[in-house]
């Protein structure tokens, strides 16, 4: 990425068909206040973390669909 932020991602089994992804975000000071996405805002506001792409939408913690929905 131009900024310097880096993404990373392991993928591991702990037993057959027990098997997850995990994906790392290292963002710099210079990103602060100016992310949106899946990982949240970056701007010290967990609670607007899940807003709606292009909206100021919050969505809901039960209804994830709609969140995920709007960045693919």
Do not use: Q, W
Not at 33 to 56: F, I, M, P, Q
């Amino acid at each position: 990425m131009p900024s310097g932020t880096y993404v990373t991602a392991k993928y591991a089994c702990v037993r057959r068909n027990d098997c997850h992804l995990n994906i790392g975000v290292y963002p710099l000071a210079e990103d602060f206040g100016n992310s949106e996405g899946l990982c949240g805002n970056y701007n010290g506001n967990a609670g607007d973390d899940r807003t709606v792409r292009g909206t100021n939408t919050v969505d809901n913690v039960d209804e994830p669909i709609e969140f995920v929905k709007s960045y693919m």
